[in-house]
């Protein structure tokens, strides 16, 4: 195998205990930190070249949110590595019981081409403050950021313990053939199955953040301008291609008419009367995604929008009008800046809509009635969710982030990410004396051991008495 010695390479450092020491991780994590602040404008420009990313977008998502992640970390990781005492029965009073912060060893993390900075280095910092070693395999979608991440992030990190590979799709394979203590990969649904099938023959524990067709019910009492700005800010930043941006919306007749108009002035507010001329407004990854995206508008009526030049692989913000769930744009996850608008009579048919589909990503609800918010939320399962707003739960690193069924397994963020790449090794470490405690579990049994050793082990339910 190719990857061979670069595995066995990692794994005889991470033997040695190098990246152990919180002083190691520490120094790592700013190495991270100084790579944003150095190379800031190469990776606002190599974003900008891959998919035509505005720079306030690369700036927010793929530094600032970045440096967020590791400055929290910094901040609490003397904390999260801390042997966590738990409580202790009877018999067990005078030992010591706690959950050890162990790392899993070698790690893999295969990271997406939409946020390509973001999507490889959130993980990494987890994986970092762990205490483990890494192989990290950027996007090769996103050849410029690719290009940068390969040759000047391995001029930060220490390259015994952290790895940068390049691979498309049969190199990947090869890689993924090698013994790894933990997988973290980001992307579809369908490459996520391979992964796990490939994790499966070594055991290896996988976390999976996948994506889904987010649901977005907008309710009849709501503020119709401030829902508009909010839904066409989360659809269409990053053009559309984020794994969290709300794929559809469900809402009646009435509010369907309403919305039209306000989208319309919302895209025209953020990106003037022609988008193909914005300087704040993305294009398309590759040629592929383009043609997939644009099939997808033949969905319904176009309402606002619909322009696609190929040459530049720009898709207009577009919002597509009376769409109906058998419609191609309603049959797979958009990944672009379209926007279907499907009919729903009331809440109720809205909530029996999302749930006869698989659990999303992100469900979103909007109402002026926090009752209606609630309702979404109770009545509905998803990898997370927002009401009154788009996006803006990802920006907390005190929110787990991730999936649910076919949106993923685990989740990450802040101490997530931390606890994600962390073995929890339950201990106990007994007094070597006190011999004569341990006589009731040891044989020949007998009714008055079983009741001395009940009493001595038995949790009782708090709030319950004995009658003697």
Not at 247 to 263: G, I, N, T
Not at 296 to 325: F, H, N
Not at 380 to 400: A, E, K
Request: glycine content about 8%.
């Amino acid at each position: 195998n190719p990857y061979a010695g670069l595995v066995n390479h990692l794994r005889a450092a991470w033997l040695s205990g190098k990246t152990r020491p919180i002083e190691y991780r520490v120094a790592q994590l700013e190495a991270l930190g100084r790579f944003l602040d150095e190379k800031k404008q190469d990776i606002l420009e190599a974003t900008a070249s891959d998919m035509g990313k505005p720079s306030f977008e690369a700036y927010f998502t793929e530094i600032l949110l970045c440096k967020n992640e590791i400055n929290g970390t910094l901040n609490n990781l003397s904390h999260w590595m801390k042997d966590e005492h738990v409580d202790k029965n009877l018999v067990t009073q005078l030992d010591s019981a706690f959950i050890r912060k162990d790392p899993y060893g070698v790690v893999l993390i295969i990271a997406p081409w939409n946020y390509p900075i973001h999507l490889f280095l959130v993980p990494l910092i987890g994986a970092i403050a762990a205490g483990n070693c890494v192989v990290f395999k950027p996007s090769e979608t996103t050849k410029n950021t690719e290009r940068l991440v390969a040759e000047m992030l391995t001029c930060y990190l220490d390259n015994d313990c952290f790895a940068v590979v390049t691979a498309g799709v049969q190199e990947t394979t090869r890689l993924l053939e090698n013994k790894f203590d933990y997988i973290f990969y980001l992307c579809s649904t369908s490459v996520g199955k391979i992964v796990m099938a490939a994790a499966a023959k070594h055991l290896t524990p996988v976390t999976l953040e996948l994506g889904g067709k987010n649901p977005c019910y907008v309710s009849d009492t709501c503020d119709v301008q401030n829902v508009a700005r909010r839904v066409a800010w989360g659809r269409f930043f990053n053009a559309g291609q984020t794994c969290i941006a709300p794929d559809y919306v469900l809402c009646s007749v009435e509010m369907q008419e309403k919305l039209m108009p306000a989208l319309r002035e919302a895209i025209t507010e953020f990106f003037g009367s022609n988008p193909q001329e914005s300087p704040d407004f993305g294009r398309i990854v590759g040629d592929k995604q383009f043609r997939r995206i644009r099939a997808l508008l033949c969905s319904g009526r176009v309402a606002i929008g619909g322009q696609a030049d190929e040459k530049e692989r720009y898709i207009a913000p577009t919002v597509l009008a009376d769409v109906l769930p058998s419609d191609p744009a309603m049959q797979e996850e958009i990944f672009g800046p379209i926007l279907p608008i499907v009919v729903v009579a009331n809440m109720d048919e809205a909530i029996d809509f999302i749930n006869a589909r698989p659990r999303p990503l992100a469900i979103y609800a909007f109402s002026c009635d926090s009752k209606v918010v609630n309702q979404v939320l109770e009545r509905t399962s998803s990898g997370g969710f927002c009401g009154n707003d788009t996006l803006m739960h990802v920006t907390l690193t005190s929110l787990p982030f991730g999936g649910i069924g076919n949106s993923g397994l685990g989740k990450y963020h802040g101490k997530f990410t931390f606890d994600t790449f962390t073995h929890h090794r339950g201990c106990l470490h007994r007094n070597m004396g006190l011999e004569a405690l341990n006589a009731l579990r040891y044989p020949p049994y007998s009714q008055q051991k079983l009741g001395l050793l009940t009493a001595t082990f038995e949790i009782k339910r708090k709030g319950m008495c004995t009658l003697l």
